[in-house]
């Protein structure tokens, strides 16, 4: 008997008949005897709708009012939700995010969790009652009501997982868990049963898609043990068979299964963004600031950046920004930044992508960069820009090189291997 | 400078072409130097889908669940709403029920008023702010969401109204104002400049549709001087004419205007009801409760009762239901009535029609009854029930009639005339 988090996606409950297959899923987990949380999110394309009629209206929307909006999508399918629960002869509850409450700070469109209350939630649990919460949403302090930003139903989850002490926090998601790469691109990827919360964060991060990155620092900053698996299968699946499928986050690092584990995960890798460089600014303190300043002022998030050693009192300066961002900070460069820091000139390049390998077991293993710049030389893939951190290095390289990269990094880190 | 509570109906808002009409039309009344607080429905066939969704998942949906997901209708227009005044320039706030906050008593789907906190509204008011808020929703004491029933918006404007003692609630809908009955019937029909609270709620109670009876209530008991006036006009039309559009909705009881007023203001006709004989009942103290008792317990409304004087010792008892509950109290009588009771019979007629002639004038002219009864015998048109109140004579006749005595009993009373 343990208390459960589950969050059902978009496409999970995109339609009368898969809410109902989503309530039959959680009838079995409670005929089990667990207690459940479920956290669902606006049917699939709901969101979307929500936020095309809001720019019919306003093109660029007054955000505290979008998030009026855009949070009515979740409020439906936790009402249905219930519906479909209460139908199968269950106790159950819903809750949109400020009847939980869940605080958040004002951020509005991309707000962050603050706290959660959790005396009611508890109360109907302890009655034996299935509580429905509301993802993406919750309410700042003055009442206004806010949401987490795409993807931010993950968030609501393992928020509410971490400040209910769940034993564990289940995504439910069309795909069955985490695989060492994109199984589109290399049909020999293979799902990892574990996968550290490290990994998890560096693979978000790198633009594996499965789960929102703030969902993952979320788990990783409460240690919530986050399970990935898929709603597609069939619902009446023994619990048994259910509670060791898909993918688990985990926390413990258990030195023999360290030692065990393979050096690397997984390849990450993530199209969405473009390479700027500035060449030829002055090698001088402040120079990165005066660049990126303005970036940021702008609201651009900036990810890769790469200084070299300078030379002759000079050095280049490269970063990359999503490709949405790509004019309007070229644009900001070219009027608010050449014009004082003297560069000799700004170049971009919007079809790049960028290749992340990812794993824990990097760490305590020599030569793993050497291995994978041999790798992509051996196919004469350039690589025009290199980032690491503890556990992932990141290559930029020409976009028309992504699944090959992928492909031959994937086969030289024996991934499709358990 | 005034305070006035517009309320905008279904078709008014639903597209963001009219949104955005509604928006100019606001800006117009701010622009002439009044406080504004704007109550929209959700768009037009929203609601409907949205009870549609929950009835895929459970055909008699949970009714604190389903005002969960009724609730969102509202919400969404009152985010677009005030990002359209955004968009004009106007300082702009929404506020859903909870958030006013509306505090009505727990009766889901049928939520009724309670208190209206003010506090908020008035500072956002103070600071020149266009105060949108989600009509037809509340929330009880528990902090569950509640619904106020269909045409509620009507009652939350004049609420607010009442709260906020506006200057004058306006409903702006799809027709110009209170016919003296049907334009589709009798074309004849004159739009009425001024009707007092009694006679629109004679008139509502008799099957005009125009307001929601219990908006017409909370007028009454709270004097809020209300204007019925179309959405469909242009939104620019000057303020000083647009003010003395529609039809006002008067509690002051001028003698003079009185005396000079016509006797009779309107023929109202309800087709939705059918009607239940019981036939030879005991007439003894008590007997109309048990027949009555068990139809309110199974919730199903009764409107006209006539019962008349008895003949050895039986009596006949005759009401009408809403023709959608005429096979449910049909059952109820025949299963749990009829054997207690020892009627010799219970008949029903669902081809019926209701047929009300509605004034003040009533109350101090004499044979106004009669008068309506030889216009319809004039017709060969045969009176079934009589019901009769202070200001209103209302009629059962065979359905196929309607028309006919309607436009009889506009030209008898002469109601074409000013």
Redesign the interface.
């Known amino acids: 008997m343990a208390l459960i988090v589950q969050k059902y996606g978009g496409t999970s409950v995109g339609s009368?008949e898969r809410?109902?297959n989503v309530a039959r899923r959680v009838a079995k987990w409670r005929a089990a005897g667990h207690d459940l949380v479920v956290v669902p999110s606006a049917m699939a394309g709901e969101t979307n709708r929500?936020i095309g009629?809001?720019k019919?209206?306003?093109p660029q929307?007054?955000p505290?009012?979008?998030?009026?909006?855009a949070?009515?999508g979740e409020?439906?399918t936790?009402?249905?939700l219930?519906?479909?629960l209460?139908?199968l002869g269950l106790k159950a509850?819903?809750y949109?995010g400020?009847?939980v409450k869940i605080s958040t700070d004002s951020a509005f469109t991309k707000a962050r969790i603050t706290t959660i209350e959790d005396t009611a939630i508890r109360r109907d649990l302890a009655a034996g009652t299935v509580v429905v919460v509301a993802g993406f949403q919750g309410v700042d302090q003055a009442?206004n009501?806010t949401t987490l930003g795409r993807g931010g139903s993950d968030t609501s989850a393992v928020a509410l997982a971490a400040a209910l002490k769940a034993s564990e926090c289940q995504i439910f998601t069309d795909v069955d868990g985490v695989y060492t790469t994109d199984p589109r691109i290399v049909p020999e990827a293979r799902r990892l049963r574990t996968v550290t919360f490290e990994e998890m964060l560096e693979m978000a991060g790198a633009g594996s898609k499965v789960l929102q990155i703030r969902s993952v620092e979320f788990a990783g900053k409460y240690r919530v043990p986050t399970r990935v698996l898929s709603s597609l299968t069939d619902p009446m699946m023994p619990v048994a068979e259910e509670a060791q499928a898909g993918t688990l986050i985990t926390f413990e690092e258990d030195p023999i299964m360290a030692m065990e584990k393979a050096v690397i995960s997984g390849v990450a890798f993530n199209r969405d963004e473009a390479k700027i460089t500035v060449h030829d600014v002055p090698d001088r303190p402040g120079i990165a600031y005066a660049i990126l300043g303005p970036i940021a002022d702008a609201s651009i998030d900036v990810d890769v950046i790469v200084q070299n050693v300078g030379h002759d009192g000079m050095t280049d300066m490269t970063f990359t920004v999503h490709r949405n961002d790509y004019a309007k900070a070229m644009k900001i460069l070219k009027t608010q930044v050449q014009p004082h820091i003297k560069c000799r000139d700004i170049s971009g390049d919007e079809r790049i992508a960028k290749v992340s390998i990812v794993g824990m077991g990097m760490r305590s293993h020599a030569g793993i960069a050497a291995q994978m710049f041999r790798t992509l030389a051996e196919e004469g893939i350039n690589i025009q820009m290199i980032s690491t951190s503890e556990i992932k290095i990141t290559v930029v390289i020409e976009e028309k090189y992504t699944e090959l990269a992928v492909r031959v990094l994937h086969k030289a880190f024996e991934l499709e291997q358990a």
């Open positions: 009368a809410i109902r929500l009629l809001a019919e209206i306003q929307p007054d505290r009012e979008l998030d009026v909006v949070a009515t409020q439906v936790i009402g249905l219930s519906m479909a209460l139908e509850k819903s949109s400020w009847q009442g009501i």
